[in-house]
Every structure is written in structure tokens, then in C-alpha cells.
């Protein structure tokens, strides 16, 4: 896989560095700028003035929009010019503006997003992040250092998450929020600070969630969020009807918690 041999079109005005390696297929834009330690798979597209510097790996596919930046430095002040990484999975839209920055040594060196996920315009994942599969961050959404959206979490625009935070699978955070604490799989929660207001029930139904999932999932939601017991209390009540692999995940995540959950 090298820029030399592969059937690739790259722009008169575009910077690809020679130890670069482009797949065939890939495509790259005017004014692009790719570094010696870019790595990208089948039928990536890089547009217009997009810069890739830094240990990065991109999947099949990805579409990286103009004037994005992934794999620049770690905005920590410990950072040394370690040579950590970037790893982004396959068929992943990064629109315009958008800012993926590498890992940092004391993080474990790298910064990863899964598949099919689509990153919106001027969002900002930071250094060690996990990004997993088919996650939506709408526009301005902001990630601070380490943290983890699980799969099929939708983050609304202009909302900020604090580093170390989590966000379960299949949860919706409203526009404009400030996120301090972990988000539980499945939730809806919005505001400064984010408090949960619900299952997700929208979203889950349209990802062919069955009514009985739904039904056991707003049973253990009901317990955390609405019953008025401690937490401690609702873990334990909710381990004695873990009736479906979900409710399993939900209390295997509460229980996992480091920082604390939104209520």
C-alpha cells in the first residue's frame, strides 16, 4: 500500500509526503496536506485543504471533508512528541472543521474512533478518546481527554463532555449540554449540568429494539431514575430481574462508574 504504486488521484496542489500510504481508490483534494505516517485504506477520501499529520490510520471508505485536522498534537501539557496515534474505522464522514487529536503516552497512546460514525462539522474529539461504532456528534460538539461513547450514542450539537466521562450505548444527549458525569446506556438527558429525562425509546425502536427490551430496559431506568432509592439500593433491586442481555449491559455500566452517574 504505497502512494506510488496505488491507483490514486491526487491533486496538483496537495502535499501527500512520500512515506505516506494510500490504498487504491483514494482520493485527495486541492491543498491537502498528508504526513509521513498516514495510513489510508481503500477509497478514502481526503477533500479539499484537510490536513493528516501524526501516526494515522483511516478505514475503507472514510470521507475526511475540508479544512478537518487528524492526528495533530494532544492539547496536554504533558505531551512530549511521543509518537501515539489515531485509528479510525471504516465508511466514517469527518465534516468540515473538525479536529481528531492523537493519544498521549499516559493515556495508552491512542485515540480511537470506530466505524460508520459521522463526526459533524467543527467537533472535537481529544487525545484518548474511544469513539465506538455508528456514534453521531452533531456540530460543535465538544470531547474532552478519555472519553468513551459507546455505540449508537448521539451527542447534540454544541454540547461539551467532561474528560473521563462515558456515555452508554444507544443514549441521546440534547444540544447544548454540559456533561460532567457517566450517561447511562439508553438514556435521554440534556441541560448544565445533564440530567437524565428518560429512555431513549425513539431511538431504540427505530434500531429494531423489541417492545420487551424496551419494556425490561424502562423497568431498571425506573428503579435508577424514578423510584426515589439510592443507588446502591436500585443496583441491588435491578440484579435480582436482569431478565435481558440489555438490562445486563445497563447494570454492568452503572456498576463500572468511576465518576459518577447523571440522575
Known amino acids: ?75 496536554d501539557i504533558h505531551y512530549a512528541d511521543e509518537p501515539t496515534r489515531v485509528v479510525i474505522g471504516k465508511r466514517c464522514m469527518i465534516r468540515e472543521y473538525v479536529s481528531i487529536n492523537r493519544g498521549t503516552e499516559a493515556g495508552g497512546g491512542l485515540t480511537r474512533v470506530g466505524s460508520d460514525c459521522m463526526i459533524m462539522a467543527y467537533s472535537h474529539i481529544a487525545h484518548d478518546c474511544r469513539v465506538d461504532d455508528h456514534v453521531i456528534m452533531a456540530n460543535g460538539a465538544t470531547l474532552a481527554g478519555h472519553v468513551e461513547l459507546q455505540e449508537h450514542a448521539v451527542i447534540g450539537g454544541l454540547t461539551a463532555i467532561h474528560q473521563f466521562a462515558r456515555v452508554g450505548r444507544h443514549a441521546f444527549i440534547g444540544g447544548a449540554s454540559a456533561v460532567s458525569l457517566d450517561v447511562a446506556p439508553y438514556a435521554s438527558a440534556a441541560g448544565n449540568r445533564a440530567k437524565v429525562t428518560g429512555v431513549n425509546v425513539v431511538g431504540l425502536r427505530r434500531r429494531g429494539f423489541s417492545e420487551e427490551a424496551i419494556k425490561s430496559i424502562r423497568k431498571a431506568h425506573r428503579m435508577v431514575f424514578r423510584d426515589n432509592l439510592r443507588l446502591e439500593q436500585a443496583l441491588s433491586e435491578i440484579e435480582k430481574c436482569c431478565d435481558t442481555p440489555e438490562v445486563v449491559h445497563f447494570l454492568e455500566f452503572l456498576q463500572s462508574s468511576q465518576r459518577g452517574i447523571c440522575r
Open 1 to 75: 500500500m504505497s502512494n506510488k504504486d496505488a491507483n490514486v488521484s491526487i491533486h496538483a496542489t496537495a502535499v501527500v509526503d512520500p512515506g505516506a500510504q494510500l490504498a487504491d481508490g483514494c482520493i485527495v483534494g486541492p491543498y491537502a496536506v498528508i504526513g509521513p505516517n498516514a495510513q489510508l485504506a481503500k477509497n478514502v477520501e481526503v477533500a479539499a485543504h484537510a490536513v493528516i499529520e501524526g501516526h494515522v490510520e483511516i478505514g475503507e471508505e472514510s470521507k475526511v471533508f475540508s479544512f478537518a485536522t487528524i492526528g495533530s498534537a494532544p492539547q
